[in-house]
């Protein structure tokens, strides 16, 4: 009965690790912006301010402008994230642009398209986002089903102003390849334990 008990308590512990696992946040290793300002130095409104965690603490983001990307020109807009591996999506977490200078300028209808080579790319998703406050924002989340080494996020347009920015982007997937064999161990453990009960 013991053995059961230890058998069953490892045969937990690995799906909570497992389940824990799920919710890991991915943040792309890149990001490239089919526009951004770029005129105040090397961080202003660049679209590496979506990536880099400038702005964001305890799952909130800030207001200041500093940590945003805009766009030089136009109110749509393509970023292309590289997720630095292939992952097993299961979500998109999207902070809007922010700042009360204009918030308008905030994305609106977006379409979300994945990719394993960089090439070839297939919508998972269509979604719409809601304009920021100016104070501190918690993200919009939306699920997502795509194997995905890249991420492309076409912004259609903005809630209005004469260009369209975010604050910040990351993903959850699901457990590594790493996590799997645990979980496996500890159902086989059970299933030598029952076998030996039964003897
Ligand atoms: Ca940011």
Not at 65 to 77: C, Q, V
Not at 119 to 134: D, K, P, R
Request: aromatic content about 10%; glycine content about 14%.
């Amino acid at each position: 009965m013991f053995r059961m008990f230890v058998s069953s308590v490892i045969v937990a512990t690995a799906i909570a690790a497992a389940s824990a696992a799920s919710a890991t946040v991915i943040t792309p290793v890149g990001v490239t912006a089919s526009s951004e300002w770029g005129i105040w130095g090397p961080t202003h409104y660049r679209g590496i301010n979506v990536i880099n965690g400038s702005g964001l603490e305890a799952g909130l983001h800030d207001g200041d402008f500093n940590n945003m990307w805009l766009t030089w020109e136009g109110t749509s807009a393509t970023l292309d994230f590289d997720l630095g591996a292939d992952y097993q999506l299961t979500g998109i977490n999207i902070w809007n642009y922010n700042s009360d200078i204009e918030l308008e300028r905030g994305a609106q209808d977006f379409v979300l398209s994945v990719s394993l080579d960089g090439v070839g790319y297939s919508q998972i998703l269509a979604g719409s986002l809601s304009m920021g406050t100016g104070g501190l924002i918690p993200a919009e989340s939306f699920a997502l089903d795509g194997l995905a080494r890249y991420v492309r996020l076409d912004i259609l347009n903005n809630h209005g102003g004469a260009w369209v920015g975010l604050s910040e982007v990351n993903f959850t997937a699901v457990p590594e390849p790493a996590a799997l064999p645990l979980l496996g161990a500890g159902v086989g453990l059970l299933g030598l334990s029952l076998r030996r009960r039964r003897a």
